[in-house]
């Protein structure tokens, strides 16, 4: 059982470090956490890609549901 936390509590720093130094090297993720500070995250490169993207995706998916009968 011990094992098993510990190799939790391992993944997980290891999952903060990498989301900390992904922050620190890509400029667009500073730019989100920033935009996110002063309450305008939809302003934000990453927030506007992933809105079009998800918008391509959901649409296919409407897509295909009314195809099928």
């Known amino acids: 059982m011990e094992r ?3 190799a939790l ?3 997980m720093w290891v999952a903060a ?3 900390l130094v ?3 090297v890509h400029p667009a993720y500073r ?10 995250v939809e302003e934000s ?5 992933n809105r079009d993207y998800y918008r391509k995706v ?8 009314e195809m099928d009968p």
């Open 4 to 6: 098993g936390v510990k």
């Open 9 to 11: 509590v391992r993944i």
């Open 17 to 19: 470090v990498t989301g």
């Open 22 to 24: 992904v922050w620190w």
């Open 31 to 40: 730019d989100t956490v920033r935009a996110w500070r002063r309450g305008e």
């Open 45 to 49: 490169a990453i927030w506007q890609s």
């Open 58 to 65: 959901v649409l296919t998916a409407g897509e295909q549901d």
